[in-house]
């Protein structure tokens, strides 16, 4: 039949309906659009045809200096998973390092599941089916500061800068989506991915790890750039592109400076351990926002805020979100206030350049509150070489800005992020677990 | 003269000019005020020089005034105030209710030159006695007027400062009712020493409040004139309000007949409370409200004539002094942001002032001001004047002058 | 080129109207309403002085009665002055914090004030150990008023008050959970409701010169609210706890406290402010 026919396949001509809208002429080009097919180019698809992604065999290296999930570009969705470590020694912590790394490694690759005796349970959830796609899967694996206490022996070999997340004066933490002594991150092309992986390894390893707390986010999917085009970060919830000024993650001699700990830090006065080398501190926060109020704040008060303009993502004084604002020439705060998130977050001096940070947030929406108000905020995760330095100097100095108005940290928690596995005779934790085994014996 | 039985103003007054103005301004200009603070201190600077030559003789007789009638283009005018009369006179321009200029004790067959900065409109004059009728001043506007107006900063920065200061007049009158209510009842039961002490602190309330009191012409009359403002003087029926009874309490040292008066006084002074907070100021007149009083200070009132009967003065100046660093405290911000030597300035010389007062303070209280030698009276004066001039950088500095 | 009148509607009209301000106000007629402000809030403060003192004198003379009765009251004037409480945040967080701004929950060091007092008066139903926590409310609400005394209200601020009185009953009164051991969340939400009625009520001569729909709008929406309220009134001329008030008038409420949270928004802008 036509008719449907018209409504099912070529959305142009829905598109065409929006475009001219509301005039005479428009409802005449629509019309005129029923009788010809001119737009439909393929067949039209069934309501329940799945959409289609050419992506779900992309996958990332598993073993290198690094772990995966930092310096990746972020995909569409994330997961952060913290959870509290059940081993009761040492050798179930090596046990639980040694399966993760297995579990990591398939779900990182891909496969077949092996198929057991249907009057058993199967191996794997299915839900990506009896081959295991990786869809540009990364996991990415950090501890906490309390698996340093006194059940493993790990405390003499800590992380310098490691430290249980303490509230700023704006937190209203709630105790049970903070900490945690294990934290997991989970990024993949589909939430689908990364709740399969959540399941492979909550199933294997029921004794050895529960799940504390888990926030899921994503990140909006953006046009392709046009030739020419500078590129765009994506927009969090609150409107405002987030990322712009991050460091550049392929700039290998910037990461080592900001992103890395790096080989030698164990010299005295530094002080990370050398186990630590090629690691990173990971810093997450999950802020709510007050988006009902954000939506009827006055769009100069949001970029006064802010520090950006909403449209482009440029700073105040700048044309394109990768214009570098100079607030050299702005001492007084008139054209970007002093208390702007950007402008305190980054103030563009040299001392502050050691404070830069690599951001890596996801966008979470997870229900509705008690009084009827849409819970939904940022996953902020963040990456750095010192999270003294990092983190908690940028987040310190964001104390009391105006945008706290809009926002409620209610959780998170500060983690070391382990180094990569160099090959298959290396495991996640390998180092930290050889490093207190020395200490624990020349002790 | 236009006002009511009662001797107070009239009950519709309309609003001032200055205001007026300040609306059409305002709207236009909230975008750049940036740029427009400086376009406004550079046509201001333009203005002075250009409008430096024009003086107007008035010759104050003892029943009228000539010319009775003025007519002056807008912006900087001189007033030369020759008085042919017998004795120390005031000359005014009213603007509606309020003062826009004044000059108090121009001394008989003398002249004094009054310096106004007006905008177009019509105003009344008035002219010598109390009881003298009334001249009008008609300004009329020019390009540069037209310019200024147009050329207006943004007024959003001072609805703060603005409203603080309403919020200290209505906290202040009500002290003031307070205090005088104190005074009603000491002279009720007949109490001559406790009157008698009752009367400095609301002079004082009187006198924190006075720069602003001060615009309010003849209620303000009714409150403080001296005995020289009326035809019989201390004799005059109509000679009323705190000097009156300062008049009994410490000239003729008795409580007698003055019931009536402080009765008069505290419905006057319930008006004044009322009329504060109906009057609106513009900003430039906060500054010059109390470039005002300091020069009345430095001019006349360092004489001892104010508070002749009780020698008070100098509960009075403190008092004065205090009220103007309210003023100063409250524009402080915006001196701060844009004209920091300025508010240096001010506070060098607000302290200076203040040192001097304190200077005078003894065991049980103020130095009786006829105890107070005429070098330290000078003394008074300089620092008065000192601190007006100072205070009248504010204007400009704040890009309020020439409008 | 022939433009459709619908489309010269579109970008001479639409356009222009959308992005234009509105017929300004005159920022110096907003001397008198700021001031008046100020005045209200500086009566509610000192009622709020005196209030809490006799609230804590009960607490330390251990008359857990008394001090029940007078919390829900005392608190009305903080509530109804909040949006310039608000702007000194060390003392919002000791007067006002409630638990779960700690992350220790009511076990933190620094929970402390109205809340604090109100867990110890109506869920441990005790006064015990509870003198310090009155004393410093106490001192507290004592800075509050000094300081009320000596800042200069931000205009955008004051008139932004009305708008933010509604956001918080719309976050956190129509749920419960402000007043959650004595569940006098009414109190406080009338003194929300209150408080900003108070600011349209100073700014209503300027709004009607720009916008005589919105202020009948608004009015309309205060007079839904106050209905509903009304219901829930004490003979002692108190409110019922929040826990009587029916699920059908919970959200009755929510429907004008989320208008008047979108309406007022506009408020500033209305009257030309940043």
Known sequence: ?443 | MNSTANGLPPKKAKPPRALQFAVAGSVILMIAAGAMFYFASQAAQQKRIANSGNETVVTINAKNCEPNSITVPAGKNAFRIVNASDRAVEWEILDGVLVVEERENIVPGLSQVINANLQPGDYTITCGLLSNPRGTLHVTPTAESDAAAKARPSMVAFIGPLSEYRVYLSTQSSALIRAVNDLQQAIDSGDLAQAQKAYAPARAAYQRIAPAAQRLSELDNAINARADYYEKREQDPGFGGFHRIEFGLFSQKSVEGLTPVVQKLQTDIASLKQQLLAQSIAPEQLASMVVRNMRSIAEVRNNGEEERYSHLDVNGFAANLEGTRKVIDLLRPLLAKSSGEVLKKIDTASTALDDQLLMLKTADGLKPYDQVSTEQRKQIADKAKALADALDGIDPALGLSGL | ?274
């Open chain 1, 1 to 443: 039949m036509k008719d449907s026919d018209s409504k099912n396949a070529p959305i142009s001509t829905d598109r065409r309906r929006v475009l001219l809208g509301l005039g005479a002429a428009g409802a005449a080009v629509a019309g005129a659009s029923l009788t010809g097919n001119a737009f439909a180019a393929t067949a039209p698809a069934q309501v329940t045809e799945a959409p289609k992604s050419e992506k779900t065999q992309d996958h990332n290296a598993f073993h290198g200096p690094h772990q995966s999930g930092i310096v990746t570009p972020r995909p569409t969705a994330g997961m952060m998973v913290s959870f509290d470590v059940l081993a009761q020694d040492r050798e179930d912590l090596e046990r639980m390092f040694r399966t993760l790394n297995e579990r990591i490694a398939f779900l990182m690759t891909g496969g077949p599941v092996p198929q057991v005796d249907p009057k058993l349970p199967p191996l794997d959830s299915g839900i990506l089916g009896p081959v295991v796609t990786p869809d540009n899967l990364t996991i990415t694996v950090s501890v906490g500061d309390s698996l340093f206490d006194d059940r493993f022996g790990l405390e003499p070999v800590k992380p310098k800068r490691l430290q249980r997340m303490v509230g700023f004066p704006n937190d209203a933490l709630e105790a049970d989506c903070c900490h945690g002594d294990l934290s997991i991150q989970f990024c993949s092309n589909a939430q689908d991915s990364n709740i399969h992986a959540l399941r492979d390894i909550v199933k294997n390893l029921p004794d050895l790890l529960l799940v504390r707390w888990k926030q899921e986010g994503t990140v909006p999917a953006q046009a392709p750039l046009k030739p020419g085009q500078p590129p765009e970060s994506a927009r969090n919830f609150l409107g405002f592109r987030d990322g712009s000024a991050n460091p550049d993650s392929n700039n290998q001699k910037t990461m080592n400076e900001l992103v890395w700990v790096q080989p030698g830090s164990d010299e005295p006065g530094n002080g990370e351990p050398a186990w630590a080398a090629n690691g990173s501190y990971q810093a997450v926060r999950i802020i709510r926002n007050f988006v009902e109020r954000w939506d009827r704040t006055p769009l100069q008060e949001q970029q006064a805020i802010f520090g950006r303009v909403k449209t482009t993502g440029a700073p105040m004084d700048g044309r394109t979100e990768a214009d570098v604002p100079d607030y050299a020439k702005d001492p007084e705060g008139k054209v970007t206030k002093l208390d702007a998130h950007i402008r305190l977050a980054n103030p563009r001096t040299a001392q502050t350049q050691r404070n830069l940070i690599l951001r890596r947030p996801f966008n979470y929406s997870n229900g509705v509150n008690k009084n009827g108000q849409l819970d939904m905020g940022l996953l902020f995760i963040c990456y750095q070489a010192d999270l003294e330095k990092g983190f908690i100097t940028v987040q310190t100095r964001l104390n009391g800005e105006p945008l706290e108005e809009y926002l409620k940290p209610v959780g998170g928690g500060y983690f070391f992020t382990l180094p990569g596995v160099v090959d298959s005779n290396d495991f996640i934790g390998r180092s930290l677990l050889a490093a207190s085994a020395q200490t624990t014996k020349t002790a």
């Open chain 3, 1 to 274: 080129m022939k433009k459709s009148p619908l489309a010269l509607l579109l970008t001479f009209g639409v356009l222009q109207t959308s992005l234009s301000a509105f017929a300004a106000t005159a920022p110096l007629d907003l001397v008198t309403p700021v001031s008046d402000y100020k005045i209200y809030v500086t009566e509610n403060v000192d009622t709020l002085a005196a209030d809490t003192q006799k609230f804590t004198d009960a607490i330390k003379k251990g008359d857990l009665a008394t001090a029940k009765k007078l919390f829900p009251t005392t608190r009305l004037s903080y509530e109804s002055i909040e949006p310039i409480a608000e702007l000194f945040s060390d003392l919002d967080a000791s007067i006002d914090s409630r638990e779960d701004d700690h992350e220790d929950g009511v076990k933190a060091d620094d929970f402390t004030g109205f809340h604090r007092l109100e867990y110890a008066l109506f869920s441990q139903n005790s006064t015990r150990d509870q003198g310090v926590f009155a004393d410093k409310l106490l001192a507290d609400v004592k800075e509050l008023q000094s300081r009320i005394a000596g800042i200069t209200f931000p205009p955008e601020k004051v008139v932004g008050g009305a708008a933010a009185l509604m956001e918080e009953v719309a976050a956190t009164k129509l749920s419960g959970e402000e007043d959650r051991y004595s569940h006098t969340d009414l109190y406080d939400f009338k003194g929300n409701v209150d408080g900003s009625k108070k600011i349209v009520d100073l700014f209503k001569p300027q709004l009607e010169q720009s916008d005589k729909a919105f202020v009948a709008k608004v009015e309309k929406n205060f007079a839904t609210v106050d209905k509903i309220l009304a219901k829930y009134k004490t003979k002692d001329g108190g409110y019922e706890t929040y826990d009587k008030v029916k699920e059908q008038d919970r959200k009755a409420l929510a429907g004008p406290v989320n208008t008047l949270a979108e309406d007022l928004s506009q408020m500033r802008g209305k009257l030309g402010l940043n």
